[in-house]
């Protein structure tokens, strides 16, 4: 850009701000958080390529920029429709910012020939990761937004491309899916985001609370954890999962444990479960029409089915033990807790078979959700676009029922749909769609769900028995012991 049209294009933003309009945005900004998400070298791969959102916008500034501050609040209030726990859209579109005034970022800016400020680039977010970007190259899936000066042309823009009609003055969230999670079978894709979520967020709440406080809780912790470890459908948490047992005797030396984040490694709140960009703050799948529905709860049912379905008839019973003590030790709804408790209590034999757990873990929902649809007529507080159900309806599973008339099962089809929906299938649509995009995740479903027979079956240290069972985590857990070896006396893993 020119000098003349440099300055041109100073004074029509300048211009512009002065009138009441542009003042009125910049008051409504001014003391809010910030939703656009702040993008540098170190971080820019990693957050593009974790994102479940389907597309991004990256815009280049420099802080220094007059055009760029007065943009800036045209450009945050796209972004709250769809960044951020109160997002009114969320899931679809990632608003970032790079500012290219900032040393570190100069060789980053240069890879996408960034020519004037601001800059704006759309695309699906993993296109954007180890990227460059030329004016002069074709079929690039990376565009220029060449209308997005002010919010209504950038969101205008922004509708075009996806065939969307979404305003800036839209206020109250409706899930676009909210009457297809029970008959839409390739909803459940985004469950694996909603798994993640409720993993770091279920781990978050014991740091908060410093919830492990005896021999007891600190034993219920371990055998969660070590399950997480064997059979968590996410790498990230299953990998951060095995960190933590690994450490485990230095973070809570006779389960004394150090929660804080501090500069040190050697506390829980130093070693986040599921990464150190989850939990995220939003669920997609889980997320309910209110602020105060859904969400959690729904991440953690999909978490204990999706374990329920990974485990081999050896790991049954631990699995059920382990997730029966996490409910009862570290859910903080008590009421929940206790009905959950006494669901676990009434099973007088041992498991023997992963089939009877995984309709264990189903059955116990049903009858969670028949109690709380009771509840929630009587007081009005249930979400009235996600009512409770008895699951799967027979839109999703037909051959479950006995009778088109009744509530009669086939538990063999329950089974075998269970089986389906929380493992191979959900992995398969998980990475078809893309949901987060993330290279880590390409590996074959069947790889990504070998865990052997035994790989529970050990206490404190289990880690590197779940590893090395695991051909996934071989290469890692031979590293890991290295560096255990080099960090401190030798010690028993028994």
């Known amino acids: 850009m020119s000098l003349v049209h440099l300055l041109l294009f100073f004074g029509l933003v300048i211009a512009a701000s002065s009138t009441p309009g542009s ?32 597309y991004a916008v990256v815009e280049f500034f420099a802080h220094w920029c007059p055009a760029c501050r007065n943009y800036k609040p045209h450009y945050e209030k796209v972004a709250r429709l769809f960044n951020g726990p109160d997002a009114i859209h969320p899931g679809i579109v990632l608003m970032t910012r790079v500012d290219c005034a900032l040393k570190t970022n100069t060789k980053l800016c240069d890879k996408f020939s960034v020519s004037h400020y601001p800059m704006l680039f759309w695309g699906p977010p993993t296109k954007f990761v180890s990227a460059t970007w030329e004016p002069q190259k ?50 459940i894709s985004q469950a694996v985001y909603d798994v993640e979520e409720a993993t770091a967020e279920a781990f978050d709440i014991i740091l908060l609370q410093k919830a492990i406080k005896s021999s007891e809780t600190s034993a219920s912790f371990i055998r969660f954890i070590q399950l997480l470890a064997a059979h968590h459908l996410s790498r990230r948490c299953r990998k951060g999962a095995a960190e933590i047992l690994v450490n485990y005797d230095d973070l809570c030396p006779s389960g004394n444990c ?50 329920s379905v990974r485990v081999e008839d050896g790991e049954s019973q631990f699995a059920f033990t382990a997730i029966c003590d996490f409910v009862n030790n570290f859910f903080m709804c008590d009421e929940c807790r206790l009905h959950f408790n006494d669901m676990c209590l009434s099973v007088k034999t041992p498991f023997k078979k992963a089939r009877d757990f995984v309709l264990w873990v189903w059955s116990t929902h049903n009858k969670v959700n028949e109690r709380l649809m009771k509840d929630e007529a009587s007081l009005g507080t249930g979400d009235p676009k996600f009512p409770k ?24 089809h329950v089974y075998n749909f269970l089986k389906n929906y929380y493992g191979p299938k959900l992995v398969s649509l998980y990475k078809e769609k893309s949901v987060i995009g993330s290279n880590e995740e390409t590996v074959p479903a069947t790889e990504d769900l070998t865990v052997a027979t035994n790989a529970l079956v050990v206490p404190i240290g289990a880690a590197l028995a779940i590893a090395i069972a695991s051909c996934a985590f071989g290469a890692l857990a031979c590293y890991w012991r290295t560096q255990q070896k080099n960090r401190k006396p030798r010690r028993s893993w028994n």
């Open 23 to 54: 003042r009125l945005i910049l008051r409504e900004i001014a003391d809010q958080k910030d939703r656009a998400v702040e993008l540098n070298t170190s971080n820019f791969d990693s957050v593009l390529k974790d994102t479940p959102a389907k």
């Open 138 to 187: 074709d079929k690039s899936e990376i565009l220029v937004i060449d209308d997005g000066r002010t919010a209504d042309r950038l969101l205008n823009w922004i509708n075009k491309q996806i065939d969307s009609s979404y305003a800036l003055d839209d206020q109250n969230f409706e899930n676009e899916h909210a009457l297809s999670n029970h008959t839409d079978y390739n909803q």
């Open 258 to 307: 150090s929660y804080e984040k501090s500069g040190g490694k050697d506390t829980l709140g130093n070693f986040p479960i599921c990464g150190k960009d989850v939990p995220r703050g939003y669920y997609m799948f889980c997320r309910g029409s209110k602020n105060d529905t859904r969400g959690f709860s729904c991440g953690l049912w999909v978490l204990m089915h999706s374990l």
């Open 389 to 412: 159900i008895i699951w799967p309806p027979k839109e999703l599973c037909p051959l479950c029922y006995l009778s088109s008339k009744s509530i009669e099962w086939d538990h063999d």
